[in-house]
């Protein structure tokens, strides 16, 4: 006898959150994720509804564990920052990443990039953005309809969802934040925090040396003005009026 399992008695269905594949093949496909993501982290730091990811799996249909796509980086506009092991679309109103990085490695074969594509387009990404950083080449995808279509001209393309602008030169490509600051690597951003600490800690030390010489001034005068009175007084002493001198 074969026994049905009712909807109550039938097992949850479970969306892994792991696909087994690496998030990077190599050092600088890694370092390029890091920086991308960490820099959007700060730029919307102060949006409590942009929720930002690093390949993380995002399914976007519920009842379907085998559908699913881990992006380099995505973007999710209207969703808290919230710790999650992966992104089930149903439970986050509905609401698709609307902007995914991807950083290709050797081992990116065209059959994969075209299922992404694919994928993408099908499941709502607004803003689709490639970079190969052994060929220094970046491919933008913008969304048309249903469809995600070729931006033609990426150098100085301005992201409108992120407000980022991307700028290739002949040795890597840059990413410039609304105001003008460049996305920097979690080395450079300590450089430059460290700098300011040096730059804060030598202010500092000036003011002090400022507020020490103000003091130090400050006593010869009153010692000077010490001076005076006790001279003023011996001169009284001895009969002497200072004021018809």
Do not use: H
């Amino acid at each position: 006898m074969v026994q049905q399992l009712t909807p109550d008695t039938a097992p949850e269905l479970v969306y892994p959150e792991s696909d087994g594949k690496p998030m990077a093949d190599n050092t600088k496909q890694f370092r390029w994720i890091v920086t991308i993501k960490e820099n959007l982290e700060i730029l919307f730091a102060s949006q409590s509804d942009v929720f930002i990811a690093g390949d993380l799996l995002w399914y976007p249909v519920e009842g379907n564990n085998k559908l699913c796509q881990a992006p380099d980086i995505m973007v999710v506009f209207g969703r808290p920052k919230a710790d999650r092991g992966s992104y089930l679309q149903w439970k986050e109103n509905n609401i698709a990443p609307q902007v995914v990085f991807e950083i290709l490695s050797p081992s990116n074969t065209t059959k994969e990039m075209t299922n992404k594509l694919l994928f993408y387009q099908r499941y709502g990404v607004e803003e689709y953005y490639i970079y190969n950083p052994d060929t220094l080449e970046l491919t933008g995808l913008l969304r048309s309809g249903d469809d995600l279509e070729i931006i033609e001209e990426m150098n100085g393309w301005v992201s409108p969802r992120l407000g980022v602008r991307f700028v290739l030169t002949p040795e890597t490509l840059e990413i410039y934040r609304p105001d003008g600051q460049r996305f920097l690597t979690p080395v450079e951003l300590d450089q430059v925090r460290e700098k300011e600490r040096q730059r804060a800690e030598q202010e500092r030390q000036r003011a002090e040396q400022e507020r020490q010489q103000k003091e130090a001034a400050l006593q010869q005068l009153e010692q000077e003005q010490q001076r005076y009175q006790e001279l003023l007084a011996r001169l009284r002493e001895k009969g002497i009026d200072p004021e018809k001198l």
